[in-house]
């Protein structure tokens, strides 16, 4: 069975431009989750999107958004971005909402110069 | 608030020593505990949960309320347990809430 996937694996920005990363989650798995592991403050949540909605947002501004596909895909946008958005960032699955395990992605890694 | 400390940035041990990495939560509920690895060049993975009372490749943690921890503990420490842990904490029955982590404690295992 294949994992959670992530693309790109890096991406190279300048500050005020805008970043876009895409994960699909596994096969069966509705709810996807966005993470941020900064150098220095360990893993941070994002966002959670569970059959196209947003469900849940972690204490990040606005700049941070995204969305769920009908095949519950995901991509997270990262707007004006700043020097401190390099990191990197992580997306995991699950099977619906609840308790279930979360399975995660290699991660795309976002240096904004 | 919700928070996760895991004190030890680096735990660096000899094969057959025992191991324990030390988790303390704060959350005013019910939590769920987890522990999650990362080996070299791989992805974050499950370790084990608290709710499963289960061993995973030797390890166990046991949720202790009155003193707000989740340590990891196994007997016998192996080379391939060399990696990065990281306890995470959820709020138990609410539905798709977010892992709360710690910072991650780098597990080294030396022969």
């Known amino acids: 069975e294949a994992g959670v996937t992530q693309s790109p694996t890096h991406l190279i920005k300048t500050r005020g431009q805008q970043a876009t990363l895409r994960c699909s989650p596994i096969s069966g798995h509705t709810s996807v989750y966005w993470y941020q592991q900064a150098l220095g403050l360990g893993l941070q949540f994002l966002l959670w999107y569970d059959e196209g909605e947003e469900r849940n947002r972690g204490n990040f501004p606005p700049r941070f958004s995204g969305r769920q596909f009908p095949n519950y895909s995901s991509e997270l946008n990262v707007n004006a971005l700043e020097l401190e958005d390099s990191a990197l960032y992580l997306c995991?699955?699950?099977f619906g909402q609840g308790l279930e395990t979360q399975y995660f992605g290699p991660g795309t890694r976002l240096l904004v110069l | 608030a919700q928070r996760v400390t895991q004190p030890e940035k680096l735990l660096s041990v000899f094969k057959g020593a025992p191991v324990e990495l030390k988790c303390n939560y704060s959350?005013?509920?019910?939590?769920?505990l987890f522990w999650y690895v990362q080996y070299s060049r791989q992805r974050l993975q499950l370790l084990l949960r608290h709710i499963s009372r289960e061993s995973i490749k030797g390890f166990t943690a046991d949720l202790n309320k009155g003193e707000t921890s989740f340590h990891l503990k196994k007997p016998f420490a192996q080379e391939e347990d060399s990696a990065m842990y990281y306890c995470?904490?959820?709020?138990?029955?609410?539905?798709?809430?977010?892992?709360?982590f710690g910072k991650g404690t780098t597990l080294s295992v030396s022969s």
């Open positions: 959350y005013s509920g019910s939590p769920e």
């Open positions: 995470a904490l959820s709020a138990a029955n609410q539905a798709g809430t977010a892992l709360i």
């Open positions: 995991a699955s699950s």
